[in-house]
Structure formats: structure tokens, C-alpha cells
């Protein structure tokens, strides 16, 4: 029997923190925020209420189309804070009126049509695992209806190339199927977002995923050799190439385009050799920066570690690989090739350079395990604490390392600030996920106290003094997580206008109804579908 | 004394070849081609009759204009042999009216203004070094006039940040300055593209230049942190970053873009520390498939080599580095960090594995160092051989690997019968210039006989079979000269049809005069510049 997704939040319904590892979690919430927090359950579907369907699809794509409750409440949201409690409280934000399941791309095209010629809001939906509203149907006023394209149809593995080391494949796929398909041929992607097991290649051409390894081919832009999307004038297919200069790559155009310039339905991705040389260690510095200027020499170093992790003191003891004393840089080398050992000692020299000692072997795959397991059921552990009724959400940017420091005390200050005065109690964390030669990827863990029917509210005033310092700081609103409708009001101040100017000109021309999810990194015209 | 730049072809004016140099390389010719050709001079500017410029400039700015025969005359082409030898006979395909040189980027934005306002189209110039058509001034019929842009006075190292590694730099210095200024901190953009002494940093992003080194970062893409550009419609800048998720990159749209969307006027370059480390070695094989498939090897291999340029016997041979019976792989490692040594171990058993073998240490240097400084040299050469009334000329493109060795074939034969049936004589021969783990980048020069007067038609005709079979074969119409004039046709039909709309409408966006390089990647509505 096959496993069910939760409806309201994160992944298995099976898999959800329960009974006594809820209790232990509402003991360690008391602990630390000073209330225990009381779980709510979400309501089932059919007790949303949710509005009558606006529209019905032509019969040709009657077969395509689903409007049960529970389709549509799930295809209603992604997985940010905000939606989980609005899914909780039963109150979304935007319902869509339909799901269509397209199989193919000409199954989306028709789709597209339809949607043109009726003025329907079409919101490509992959895995569904948005944290920032690039999944919810709220599009603004000027449509007859919107429905939740599901991609999830479109999953297959169409080649592998072994001499190239590159497969072809559907968008709809997930991530775990993509490495199950590849492992016969002792290849992998090599991309794990914290997403990973839900999120689909799709969403991750889409959004400009990272993955979890932390220096080189950070995001998935950098394994895209060629791409197939569907727009509503017709198809477009990139030449599939290792390298070229012909032009602005016509895939760097829609990587990033969330949605808005072209519904991705297939891609050729760069492959990799499964790694059998493998070497890490976890190295304790007294100071986080004293850990970043350490990952700052690793990073310049040319050693390129697929994980030079910076966890400060806090968030390590929370992931139970420190005692609150240290921040602990998870440094890891992997190689399908040759033994890695030299890199890692030479990597630890970096390290102790900068002050860092290194555990004792056995502790370090401890650390590292523990980690790597943490970072997998921690999407659960987060859905727990929402139904609790506190706060627990992420954000993260990027910054050249000349201002590295003075944006993370900023950023901490002014969120940690806003969670004190705000919430009362909590805590904001931070680590280094991904490491540049030129700067690196701060990404911040907020916790704080709050209760049911405040969450929302109370998480929007932390975030707004997060993302201002963020900005004033010379930092991007999103390294990973991509804009989606939440980053809106900060992208559109970071983005150059004459950019805007640029990718609205360019998405009349691929769109000219405007019915590709209309509110993501653009508003529709004459509308303002975002937040301010 | 300032060295005076050739106003015809490459470089300066007093390293032309001449002299016994020159009769040698007729006897090399003559031995080669059967016909050791008969040189010519370039006529002065002053005969060249060019027309009386169309166009004056507003009195605010007929400071920054030159008319001298002699600017307009070295502003009018590139360094393609078809440019080369439309100089030589004093027969230039299109001759801008007037130069116009800001000097910062209020000069720029004003003189785009008036082009806007008087309809005169404006070719940015930066070193002049475009091999594809790029800085022609063939715009079509459309204009009042036409300028060359020349950004040189945009010149300066602005900011350099030691901490990120990173440099603000204006767009028309030219590699050894930009070099020369970052050196006493230590370090380098390590990007040596063959144009390197002549080529502008603007130029390099306009056009996705690629540098000499072989793996990871070889074009100028991914170099870049920020970019400031000046379009008709205002001045764009993106947000230095090491690394952003926030929407499609507003510097790849402008990568690329060939000043057909904006003049880029600066950018935040990353930089790397000098090294310090080397290995090299020179490996034989006794075929060039054998040779690719050890290239393979290494390209897959995660060692990264910062040289891995496989050499055909033929090439090796007219090159000094080899006999004439053996590909020669060229292998070097660097760092500034650390010791190389066991990579370079670890890259020579990859070859051996595939039959190579590598020289003993002396003839290594040698080889390496024969090559670095005949690709220096090399542009000199070909303009005497050019004068000489021959033909050289080089293409490139990229191909996966599993299609690589079906391109090679299928190009140097087809190039390989046209030059046969074109020229009667002549020789066709390929180097992997860059290694990528999916694929490669195969660089193919032609050498055929020729005379006055019949070597641009002749050249035209081995180019188009060329370029048929790099299209027929999946190949990219270039890999990093980019498109320019020259490409258009075949670009046209790599390029997707809704890309090249996006594109056009973007452009209609920042540029609604449609001033911008008219001809390069898109034509001015309603024209048809490009030769078909």
C-alpha cells in the first residue's frame, strides 16, 4: 500500500512526530521558549469549506482535471511557515479551483491553451515543497479561475548517457526515484536540497536549487546542459551542451523563472560518479567568525569539500553535535576517483591556522552523522513545533566575505531583536551552508515562542526585520529558497528595475495572457497580487 | 614612445612579422601549400577613400568624437581573416561614420542618448578583437549613421578587496593592465583567453569569452559577482554576490549579450591568489580518439587541471611540440595553496590507462612551453599569412562526449573537402582547447592555399561546410567567439525561436531605438543585416 502525503504539511503522513517523541518535543520546547505549547491537528479537507471550482476545464481536458477537497487544499500551498499554519488554522490563503495532471508535454501545452484562451492563472506545481508562496494560487483578481498544474505526471527517466555522465529526464520527477534510476549505472545527481525527497527536478531548475554540498556546483544551474519547457506560444528546446558561448544562455533564462516564463518539462542534467573516497571531520572553533575566516580559507583554497558546513554554537547543540560551546565546521572530502585523506589534513591545517581543533576521529563521523540525519527529519521535527504553536523558520542569503560579518551580527541583532520584542522568547541561529572563494551563504534558524492565531502574524514582523537588514546589508533576499511571492517585496528592490523591465518584456513574449503563475517575480499588469 | 596599434590587424604595429621571418614562413608555405604566396602591405588609412561621416555629434559632445580616417578606419573591423583581409585590399565592408570615446559612464549614457534620439546606431568597441563580425559596423539600412563605442577610456581598477578576492573594474582595460594592477595584491583573474593582450574585460563579458585554462571555470561567466551596464533606457547594476537564487540572473542576461542589450561599462570580478604550485607534463598518443578518451578520463576525474589541451599529431607538429605521429595531451596543475604533484600522478596513470605516454621531465617543459608562447605569437603569424595571400582561420564549438568523436570526424571531413575542392591544398586540424566532464570543446584550424583576391570567397565557402556539420553534428555554433555577424546563420537556427523572441522583446525593453549593435544576435526589425 502506498504511503499518503500530508495534506497540510511536510511530506508522509507516517512519518509525522508523534505521541512520545511529541511529548519530548513539547518538554524541550518548555525548557527553552517556557511553554510547552499545545499540538492542534488540521482539519480534513472536506472541513475547509473551500469556495466552488470558478471554472471546468474544455471535456478534451476533463481527464486531466481534479477538484476533490483534498487535491485542492494540497495544491493550495507550499511548506513556509505561513502555509502550514494557515493550513492548520483551515484558513488558506488562495484555494486553486482546479489540479490538472498532465502526463506529457503535450498534455501541458494544452493545458497553457486553455488557460490563455479563458483567462485561467496557470501554477506550475512540482513537489509542492515551496517556502516562500511560489505555489499558491493567489494571482490577484484579473483571472476567471487558476489551477494548480501538477508536474508530478511527467517522471520519467528518458536516457542516460553513460560516456557523458548525463541523463535525460521529466521535471515531475522526485529526487530519490532520479538517484534510484541512476544508481544501476553508478551514477548520481548529486543534488540534495533539505527538499530533497519531496521536491522535483522541475522545482529545482525552476527556483535555482542548492544542494547540500557546499562549494563548487552549489546550485543546479551549474548541471543543467540543456532544457524543454512549455510555454503558452509553443515549445522551446535548448541545444544540449557541455559549454558554449552562443548568446545569453537560453537556459539561464528560465533557471530562476519559477514558473513565471515557461513550465520546465524536461532537462538534461550533469551526472556524477558515486563517490567511494570519502574523508571528513567536524573542527570546534571558539568564535563563529573565527569558523568563517577557517571556511573562508577552505574556500579559497581550491579544495573544493563537498561539505564546509559552519554551525554556530547554539544551532549545534540544538542538532546535538555540540554542547553550546563551539560552532562546528563539518568539513568533508568525496572523490569517485582518488583517495581525498591529503585534502582533508590539508583542509584541517586551514583550520587550526585559524584556530580550530579537529575531534578525535570517532566523535567526527558522529558529528557528521548526526547531522547529515537531523537535516533529513527536520522539515518533521518543524511541522511538530508549528502544531505546537510556536515559531520555527528558516532564511538565508549570500554576501561577499568583506561584509560577511558585519551582515551576520546585523542580521542576527536585528531578527534576534524582533523575536525578543515581538514573541518574548527565542532564539535565532545561524550557519554557513554553502562557502565561495568570494563569500558565502549565511542561513538562519529562527525559534521563538508564540501561540495559536499569532503565529502568522508574529512570524511576519520577524521576517520584515530580517529581510530589511538582509537587504541593508548588501545581501541577496534568497540564496536558495528562491522569491516566490513571500520575497517579493525585497526582490523587487534588489533587482535592478531595467531587469524587470527586461524579464516582463520577455514574459509577454512567451505569455502574452500573462497566466503563468502571475504574482511570482512579477505582478500581472494593471494588478498587485504581492504583499507590501 | 607608446607603440602604435596596427590599424588593419592584429596588435602592434612594429611585432607584424617581416623580414627574414616573413621569407621563412613563405618557404614553410611554399613547402606546405605549394605556393609560398606573395605578401602584400595594408594600404594607409589615408587611401582608403572611406565616405564623409553622415553624422556630427551634439556640441556637448564632439569632445569625445574622432573622424580621422585612421580611427575610423581601425574601428570598422575585428580580427576575423575575412576583416583582415578586407583592410588589405582596401575594401571594408561597412565604415562607421564617426568614434565616439567616453570616458566614464555619463559619457556612454549620453552618447546612447543621442544615437536614440538621431537614430544612429552604436557598436561598442572594446580591444577590436572580435573574430565573428562583432564590432563591424553592418548594421543594415536603417540608421542616419553609425559610431563605434570605444569604451577604452573606461580603464581603471576601481576597488580591489583582498578579503573576497575580488576587483570593481571598468570594462575597457585590457588584460595585461588589469593584470598588472592586481599583482601587487597577490592576484589574478587567471583568464587568458589568446586575445588576451588586446582583448577588453567588457568584450570578455559581452561576448562569454573562454580563457586558456581548460577545466571548471573556463568562460568569464562564472567569474563575475556584479555587472554595471548602460543601456538607452538608463543605467543597470546588479548586486555584487557570491552566489543568489533570486529570480533568472540579471548577469547572465546581459553575458552574452554581444552590446546588443547594453553596454557594459563595469564589473566585480572574482579573482584567484597566484600560484605557487605546478605539475605538468606532455602526454603522447598515438590517436586523437585515444587522446579525447583519456581527456575524458581527467575530465571526469574531479582533478580539474588548469591545462588539459589535447593537440592533434598535425597541429603538434606545425607547433614545434611533436613529429607529426603522435596527439599530444598537454597536462598541468597549479595552486596557490597547495602542492600538485600527486594530481598530476593521478592524471598520468588516467592517460596511461587510455595509451599514453608521457615524456621524461625535460621534454615536458619544453613542449608546454613551446606552445605558450607559439599561442601568444600565433595571431602575427596568421596576418602574415594572410599578406602572404593564403588562408588561416580557426572555428570551434562544444559537443557532448557521446557524440564528440562523430563531430570531429564529420567536421574535418567536411571542412577537410572544401578546403580540397575549394582551395586544392590545405590542411584541417583540431586541439580540445577546453574538457568538460560532460564534454568537450574541439577547436579546429584551417591552413589552405589560396591568393589575392579569392580568399575571403573561399574562406566563406570551407566556413559555411564547417558550420553545416557542427549544426548537423549537435554542436554549438560557437563555443566562445562568439556570434557577432559572422554566426548569425547558424546561430539563428541553434538559438530556440522563443528564446530568440524573449530576447528581441527584452531588448525592445532597454533599448527601444533599437540602436544597440544592430545585427549582432538579433536584426533590426524589419532589416535583414546578416549574410544569409
Chains 1, 2 share one sequence.
Not at 499554519?85 to 488562495?94: H, N, Y
Not at 544508481?183 to 548520481?188: E, I
Not at 542569503?397 to 524582533?418: M, N, P, Q, Y
Not at 515581538?422 to 568570494?438: E, K
Request: glycine letters at 12%; hydrophobic letters at 40%; one cysteine or more.
Amino acid at each position: 500500500m502506498s504511503r499518503r502525503r500530508s495534506w497540510w504539511g511536510w511530506g508522509w503522513e507516517d512519518a509525522a512526530v508523534t505521541g512520545d517523541e511529541l511529548e519530548r518535543l513539547a518538554a524541550m520546547l518548555a525548557a527553552f521558549l517556557g511553554d510547552p505549547g499545545r499540538s492542534r491537528d488540521a482539519p480534513e479537507p472536506g472541513a475547509l469549506r473551500l469556495p466552488a471550482p470558478r471554472v471546468r476545464p474544455p471535456g478534451a481536458l476533463a481527464g486531466l482535471a481534479e477538484a476533490s477537497d483534498e487535491a485542492r487544499a494540497l495544491h493550495s500551498h507550499g511548506q513556509s511557515l505561513g502555509d502550514i499554519v494557515a493550513a492548520l488554522e483551515g484558513d488558506l490563503d488562495a484555494v486553486c479551483d482546479l489540479v490538472m495532471r498532465p502526463t506529457d508535454g503535450a498534455g501541458v501545452a494544452a493545458v497553457l491553451d486553455w488557460c490563455s484562451s479563458a483567462n485561467v492563472a496557470a501554477v506550475p506545481f512540482g513537489g509542492g515543497t515551496s517556502v516562500v508562496g511560489g505555489v499558491t494560487p493567489r494571482v490577484g483578481d484579473g483571472y476567471a479561475g487558476v489551477v494548480s498544474l501538477d508536474l508530478r505526471g511527467l517522471d520519467r527517466v528518458l536516457e542516460v548517457d553513460t560516456v557523458s555522465r548525463a541523463a535525460r529526464v521529466e521535471a515531475g520527477i522526485l529526487g530519490p526515484a532520479l538517484e534510484e534510476a541512476l544508481r544501476p549505472h553508478g551514477l548520481t545527481v548529486r543534488h540534495q536540497p533539505q527538499s530533497y525527497e519531496f521536491a522535483s527536478v522541475g522545482g529545482w531548475l525552476a527556483t535555482r536549487s542548492a544542494g547540500h554540498h557546499s562549494t563548487l556546483h552549489t546550485h543546479i544551474d551549474d548541471r543543467v546542459e540543456g532544457m524543454r519547457a512549455v510555454t503558452p506560444r509553443g515549445t522551446l528546446e535548448s541545444r544540449r551542451l557541455p559549454g558554449s558561448g552562443a548568446g545569453p544562455s537560453p537556459d539561464r533564462l528560465l533557471l530562476g523563472s519559477e514558473g513565471a516564463l515557461a513550465v520546465i518539462t524536461e532537462a538534461w542534467l550533469r551526472l556524477v560518479a558515486r563517490p567511494v573516497h570519502r574523508a571528513q571531520a567536524a573542527v570546534r572553533f571558539g568564535g563563529f567568525t573565527a569558523g568563517a575566516a577557517a571556511a573562508r580559507a577552505v574556500g579559497q583554497s581550491g579544495l573544493y569539500p563537498a561539505t564546509c558546513r559552519l554551525i554556530d554554537a547554539t544551532e549545534a547543540m540544538i542538532n546535538r553535535i555540540g554542547d553550546g560551546s563551539a560552532s562546528v565546521l563539518l568539513l568533508g572530502f568525496e572523490s569517485a576517483d582518488h583517495p581525498v585523506d591529503a585534502d582533508l589534513t590539508r583542509g584541517l591545517e586551514l583550520c587550526a591556522d585559524h584556530g580550530g581543533s579537529a575531534d578525535p576521529p570517532t566523535a567526527r563521523d558522529d558529528a557528521a552523522g548526526s547531522w547529515r540525519s537531523a537535516f533529513i527529519r527536520l522539515p518533521y521535527v518543524r511541522d511538530a513545533v508549528i502544531r505546537l504553536g510556536h515559531i520555527v523558520e528558516t532564511f538565508e542569503t549570500a554576501i561577499t566575505w568583506d561584509r560577511f560579518e558585519d551582515l551576520w551580527r546585523t542580521v542576527s541583532d536585528r531578527a534576534g531583536g524582533a523575536v525578543a520584542e515581538v514573541c518574548g522568547a527565542g532564539v535565532v541561529t545561524c550557519r554557513l551552508t554553502h562557502v565561495y572563494p568570494d563569500g558565502c551563504a549565511p542561513y538562519f534558524t529562527v525559534i521563538a515562542r508564540s501561540r495559536h492565531g499569532d503565529q502568522r502574524a508574529q512570524w511576519a514582523q520577524v521576517k520584515a526585520a530580517a529581510s530589511e537588514a538582509i537587504l541593508a546589508a548588501g545581501g541577496t533576499i534568497t540564496h536558495h529558497h528562491a522569491v516566490g511571492r513571500d520575497h517579493r517585496p525585497w526582490y523587487d528592490r534588489q533587482r535592478p528595475q531595467l531587469t524587470a523591465d527586461a524579464l516582463a518584456a520577455a514574459k509577454r513574449a512567451l505569455d502574452p495572457a500573462w497566466i503563468l503563475n502571475p504574482g511570482v517575480l512579477l505582478d500581472a499588469p494593471g494588478s498587485q497580487s504581492s504583499p507590501t
